[in-house]
């Protein structure tokens, strides 16, 4: 059963930490988006990538965050310095990048909180 | 104002009752329509899409899209405990899993025994 994996599933820590974020896209899957879930916001897209390229990252704070794909079975998402406001549930999603298809495959989300 | 609109809830109602979900969206351009369903500590899961207005089916749940008004459905009928959920909208500019999706804020709906 294919399946996105994210890690950490639950990460504490403290304001001005570097934090780290990882997915692992369903195999084949040449897109991956990272959403950032809060209650105020509601699901907000931070960033996607197709073959590895960043296709958009208009949803992300530039001055810390990063989003990267080293290679394509690995997408990152860094945050430095971290501050509480990003305290959020951080979801990665792999999809065919195919007109026709339909469906974004989301993983089980990181947890972040700032303190 | 957000481009989609989804009235939070709760939303409770007993088993065997007939869920309704709604949202607005104010970009005329949104050619999809998907609805997703998330458990609590889970990641959204779709649950159906729906190409342009119009209406879809599929076991007890019933998507409608009304282009003109610029509003969109989700039923659940016989509804059972384990429906309850967040459920999300979500719409696209065209049909590819690899293009951006924009959702609503999400409805938390508790279907009680």
């Known amino acids: 059963d294919a399946r996105v994996t994210q890690t950490p599933r639950d990460k504490v820590t403290e304001m001005g930490q570097e934090v780290t974020m990882r997915c692992q896209p369903i195999l084949g899957h040449n897109t991956v988006f990272w959403y950032r879930q809060t209650m105020m916001q509601g699901l907000e897209l931070l960033a996607y990538?197709?073959?590895?390229?960043?296709?958009?990252d208009s949803g992300m704070p530039k001055d810390r965050f990063s989003a990267e794909m080293p290679d394509a079975t690995l997408a990152t998402l860094k945050i430095q310095p971290s501050e509480p406001r990003d305290s959020a549930v951080y979801f990665c999603?792999?999809?065919?990048?195919?007109?026709?298809?339909?469906?974004?495959?989301f993983g089980p989300g990181t947890r972040l909180t700032v303190l | 104002q957000k481009e989609v609109e989804q009235d939070p809830g709760p939303l409770s109602v007993p088993e065997g009752a007939i869920v309704s979900l709604n949202c607005t969206y104010s970009?005329?351009?949104?050619?999809?329509f998907m609805w997703y369903r998330q458990y609590s500590r889970k990641g959204p899961e779709l649950l159906m899409y729906t190409y342009s207005s119009g209406n879809k089916e599929d076991g007890r749940f019933t998507a409608q899209v009304d282009k003109s008004s610029k509003y969109i459905s989700l039923f659940i009928r016989d509804s059972q405990p384990s429906d309850s959920a967040t459920y999300l909208c979500?719409?696209?500019?065209?049909?590819?899993?690899?293009?951006?999706?924009?959702f609503g804020g999400g409805t938390r709906v508790l279907v009680k025994p």
């Open positions: 970009n005329s351009a949104f050619q999809y």
């Open positions: 990538f197709r073959n590895r390229a960043p296709l958009d």
């Open positions: 979500a719409m696209s500019l065209i049909k590819a899993a690899g293009n951006k999706l924009t």
């Open positions: 999603a792999s999809g065919h990048g195919l007109a026709g298809t339909d469906t974004q495959y």
